[in-house]
């Protein structure tokens, strides 16, 4: 799978708008402000294709990116974004709306910022992607504000956290540095060829 070979496909803003699968998708899911924009260009070797913003919740929609005929799929922030209860009650559903449907679902990449133990939405994520038996990873993000002693002190902390069913795939990730995003490249590649 070449992630060189990446562009943007389209941008939907109610769960009804989305076209049914047309293959095996991987979608992207985390709060607000844990770092999936600069996650999602630096795993597509672009700067600008996901809007990076600093001001938390700046994706409102779920997007759609084409990575060599793969769908890599963008999904709305959850939790602490500065919008009002509507515009979150949009983005509640447009994810749920999204993971109820019968879709092609490879992978979820759940996106966990490091420095933190993980909050009861990020737990309420993983639960769900439990219950709803999608085959899952995390993606541990702002690896590089730690240094490697502290990583590894927060990975087994969030492991532990989060109860993981064991064989979990659990990646350290820096956007800023590239630590872990090969590991990840071949981790969605996996996905998406089984």
């Given at each position: ?28 899911a985390g709060r607000s402000n844990v770092g ?159």
């Open positions: 799978m070449n992630f060189h070979n990446a562009s943007f496909k389209a941008a939907y803003g109610t769960s009804a708008q989305l076209p049914a699968s047309t293959g095996p998708e991987v979608s992207f999936k924009s600069s996650l999602l260009n630096k795993l597509m070797y672009r700067k600008g294709l996901a809007k990076v913003s600093s001001t938390p919740g700046k994706t409102a929609t779920i997007n759609f990116y084409d990575v060599d005929g793969r769908d890599l799929v963008d999904l709305p922030g959850y939790g602490f974004a500065k919008v009002s209860k509507s515009e979150k009650g949009r983005w509640s559903e447009l994810i749920e709306g999204y993971y109820n449907q019968d879709r092609d679902f490879a992978l979820v990449v759940s996106l966990i910022d490091i420095r933190h133990d993980p909050s009861a939405l990020d737990r309420n994520m993983v639960r769900f992607l439990q219950e709803a038996e999608l085959p899952f990873a995390i993606a541990l993000t702002k690896a590089d504000k730690l240094s490697k002693q502290q990583q590894q002190k927060q990975r087994a902390a969030i492991k532990k956290a989060l109860d993981l069913p064991k064989g979990t795939p659990m990646v350290v990730t820096s956007s800023e540095k590239g630590d872990g995003i090969d590991e990840l490249r071949a981790l969605i590649a996996r996905a998406i060829e089984e």
